[in-house]
């Protein structure tokens, strides 16, 4: 009959309390009770490993020993078929996986883009993934079948499995986020030598990985070689620090780009925050590390490793994937967005931002759900007590900031692209107006985003236990104080209203009130900025801008004039003319500008010998700078080709002698009789 032993630590202030507890309840009972009389502290743990060390190789030469002497295989036979079990189990493996990706393969060669890209990762991951479980399967059937549970030896391959497993599904994982091997399937901006150079370092630090955990479970688990194993598993524990640390420090420099492309819209002059974080973002990721090694270590010297290791062990998973999915759904949406139409941009900005704080929210509370605290208990005490309303401000935060990411693409799409307006110097009075919507949309983008914003942190507060009844009161007070001591300002904002609604003017029209002129530049709460054409700025207060005159709507008529000689023939300078607007109404750089073609008026003066030649023509707002341009050019062109004189502008001058000789004739002509 096998001898079972339980052992029982306490540990605490009253552990001598308990103890004896325990001994007088169980006193007539096959038990016995022992305890520590202190805690042990981690330094004379240390001491007390140091001292076994020595004793390590002898418990795990004893250890052969004894399997070889008890029933069943000897360790290297068992490590043998546990390796023929893993090749069986990745040849089934290999055939599946060729056999699903064989279909895919055609596809996946011709995908381009990011969004063609992550659909291919997805598929080889799921594909992958499946392959993944199959071989577990295989491994987890062949120990059953050939090993007794409870052995030893089912204990040695168990060990193996996990082993193999462990290593083997963080190298899919990064396979997926990096797609090292094939960048037809990589969905983030990692060039193929960034995406080889994470994936190396990667391999390096899971194989490293993969034989420590293999040579500590092996120790603690099958050998049980007590203190001297603790210390030889806190020594693995230090090593896999250590190489998490060279890891993160190899990789610095392709993440912190990716960092910079997907958080910075200029990669080439980033934040400083931004900069910050490409650059330091690797001592994060060592310090928890350090703090999971730090308790695991407390834990294997003292004989309680529990769930504090593990809970920092699932959060320092959390925190390397997170980022990296979070980054990956940025780089799709940013691509989706340049390939999709402008009206539904608005959409998609709010369903990926929804998505992106869906999975931040996510990892914060399995985080929580790992450290064994629900955040939606109402049971809590002490400091947790705020963990549930801040998880519901969190979540209030994420839909009002994906509310107004949607909301600010649907807006974006009735406004114009950046590089759409030329803006610049303005040829003369006058300008393009824009759309209606357009003049609106800053406006109504102020509201909607103080309205979303002051809702948002509402909730959340409210969320957090606080009163918003009394806040809500007090804004209210404070709106007719306001109200009360600034008429004028609240006078400007209804009569820009008014303007805006009765669509007086609009961005990018000339326009001319009792305080100013110029272009519209910007419709502001209170007021509105005009760029005169000779570059001065006026910023007139709604309330005080009185009547407008809109240089820029619907069309313009732009009248031009010239002088002939009245020598030349009239007839012939109207067909010229007309000759002319017809070639212009051709010219392909004014192919739509014009409303009424160019055209004479006939003499509509004279001036003094000469004659005074009107001409016109009608186009759209903002356009007529240049054809006005053209049509010069143009007369001046074919009147010089036909022997037509413009008169120019003629000073005469007369001596004193003629002055004197004409009025003498004119008395002569006047005494003389008919």
């Not at 899919?172 to 994470?198: C, F, W, Y």
């Not at 959340?460 to 009163?467: K, P, R």
């Amino acid at each position: 009959m096998s001898e079972t032993r339980i052992e029982i630590v306490v540990t605490g202030e009253n552990a001598e309390a308990t103890i004896d507890k325990l001994a007088s309840q169980l006193q007539n009972s096959e038990v016995a009770v022992s305890g520590l009389e202190t805690v042990a502290q981690p330094a004379d743990l240390i001491a007390a490993g140091i001292n076994a060390s020595a004793s390590l190789p002898a418990k795990v030469e004893a250890w052969f020993s004894q399997i070889g002497a008890s029933e069943g295989y000897q360790p290297l036979a068992t490590l043998a078929i546990c390796i023929a079990i893993f090749a069986l189990a990745y040849l089934v493996e290999r055939i599946v996986v060729g056999l699903l990706m064989k279909r895919k393969a055609e596809a996946a060669a011709a995908a381009s883009g990011v969004s063609q890209a992550l659909n291919s990762a997805v598929r080889w991951g799921i594909t992958h993934a499946l392959g993944l479980l199959i071989f577990y399967a295989m491994c987890a059937i062949g120990l059953n079948v050939l090993f007794d549970s409870g052995t030893e030896a089912f204990e040695l391959a168990a060990v193996a499995v996990s082993s193999v497993m462990l290593p083997r599904t963080w190298f899919l994982v990064m396979e997926i986020l990096t797609g090292s091997k094939d960048p037809h399937r990589r969905a983030n901006s990692l060039s193929d030598a960034e995406a080889s150079q994470v994936m190396r370092s990667a391999l390096f630090l899971i194989v490293f990985f993969g034989m420590t955990t293999f040579a500590r479970e092996f120790v603690i688990s099958v050998v049980d070689a007590g203190q001297s194993g603790a210390l030889f598993a806190v020594a693995t524990r230090l090593l896999d620090g250590v190489a998490t640390a060279f890891f993160f420090v190899s990789v610095r420099k392709p993440v912190g780009g990716l960092i910079i492309r997907v958080l910075s819209t200029d990669a080439d002059n980033p934040r400083p925050l931004v900069r910050l974080l490409s650059r330091f973002w690797p001592v994060f990721y060592i310090f928890v590390f350090l703090l999971q090694v730090a308790a695991e270590a407390r834990g294997y010297l003292s004989g309680t490793l529990g769930e504090d290791a593990s809970a920092l062990k699932r959060s320092f998973a959390v925190f390397v994937l997170t980022p990296f999915l979070v980054a990956s759904i940025g780089i799709w949406r940013n691509d989706m967005m340049s390939r999709v139409e402008r009206d539904k941009r608005g959409r998609i900005a709010g369903v990926f931002s929804l998505l992106e704080g869906a999975i931040t929210v996510g990892a914060a509370i399995f985080i929580l759900y790992a450290w064994n605290i629900d955040p939606f208990a109402t049971d809590l005490v002490g400091a947790k007590r705020i963990l549930p309303g801040l998880v519901s401000a969190a979540i209030v935060t994420v839909v009002g900031v994906s509310a107004w990411r949607m909301i600010s693409g649907f807006l974006d799409s009735g406004s114009p692209m950046a590089g759409e307006d030329e803006g610049g110097v303005p040829e003369g009075e006058g300008g393009v107006g824009g759309s209606r919507i357009e003049t609106v949309l800053p406006i109504l983008r102020t509201a909607l985003a103080v309205l979303i914003g002051t809702v948002t942190v509402l909730l959340a507060l409210s969320s957090l236990g606080v009163q918003i009844a009394p806040l809500l009161a007090g804004a209210g007070i404070l709106g007719l104080a306001v109200g009360f001591g600034a008429q004028k300002i609240v006078e400007d904002i209804i009569s820009g209203v008014l303007y805006l609604v009765e669509d007086a003017f609009r961005k990018g029209e000339y326009i001319e009130t009792s305080e100013g002129k110029g272009v519209v530049e910007a419709i502001m709460l209170r007021s509105v900025r005009l760029r005169h054409h000779l570059g001065a700025v006026f910023t007139v207060p709604f309330s005080s801008i009185g009547t407008v005159q809109n240089h820029s709507r619907d069309w313009v008529t732009v009248k031009l004039s010239f002088e002939v000689a009245p020598t030349q023939d009239l007839e012939k300078v109207r067909k010229l003319v007309k000759k002319i607007g017809s070639q212009l109404m051709e010219d392909p750089e004014l192919e739509g500008q014009f409303l009424a073609p160019l055209k004479s008026q006939g003499a509509v003066a004279m001036v003094g010998s000469n004659y005074k030649i009107g001409v016109k023509f009608t186009a759209k707002p903002g356009e007529q700078f240049l054809i006005r341009r053209k049509a010069l050019n143009a007369i001046q062109k074919a009147f010089s080709e036909n022997n037509i004189q413009i008169a120019a502008p003629r000073v005469v001058v007369d001596s004193v002698e003629d002055v004197q000789a004409a009025a003498a004739k004119v008395a002569t002509d006047a005494a003389t009789p008919a």
